[in-house]
């Protein structure tokens, strides 16, 4: 078996979602806790695992910005969160013990679980009549491409998302 060497899979580009799905999910989402996830997870760029681990102390109200901890702890980055979002966030930050989660999980002391923001996800994405295979990381991959239709440079882009190879951040191109 010494030199055999077996076909690689074809890289897929992800499925990008246009602005008008995505409006469309956000107003389909039927609690405000849904709408505040799926808000932050498509205007910041978040993974669903980080999204789901946010604290509160994570968010900077002052500065309008959002540490993002990932890589299990050991990074940080900082992103701007959209105007919109801003105002609910100011509220939880000032009525929640810094320390909690943002987004509580079932359990008492627990985040909200990816499975269970997947859920979320999927549920909005069929409520709002999408036809796409929507998940969190279409969320993800949607506001990179959106941020560089919008002007932004391959490495602004290459910084919110937290890549740390350029060539990650490419297929957006």
Not at 13 to 28: D, G, H, W
Not at 42 to 51: F, H, I, N, P, R
Not at 52 to 76: E, K, M
Not at 91 to 101: F, K, L, M, Q, T
Request: charged share 25%.
């Amino acid at each position: 078996m010494e030199g055999f060497v077996t076909p690689k899979r074809a890289r897929r580009l992800p499925e990008i979602l246009n602005v008008e799905e995505v409006k469309r999910i956000l107003c389909a989402a039927t609690t405000l806790r849904d709408q505040l996830l799926l808000g932050l997870m498509y205007g910041c760029g978040l993974k669903v695992g980080e999204a789901c681990a946010l604290v509160w102390r994570d968010i900077q109200v002052g500065d309008g910005t959002l540490h993002v901890r990932f890589a299990r702890g050991t990074r940080v980055r900082e992103v701007r969160i959209p105007s919109d979002l801003q105002p609910i966030l100011a509220e939880g930050v000032r009525r929640c013990d810094p320390d909690d989660y943002v987004f509580r999980g079932a359990c008492e002391g627990s985040h909200l679980t990816p499975r269970a923001a997947g859920a979320i996800v999927r549920k909005a994405a069929e409520a709002s009549g999408v036809l796409k295979v929507v998940t969190g990381m279409s969320l993800r991959h949607s506001f990179a491409a959106h941020s560089l239709e919008g002007g932004a440079t391959i490495r602004e882009v290459q910084e919110m998302l937290g890549h740390e190879q350029v060539e990650t951040t490419m297929i957006y191109l």
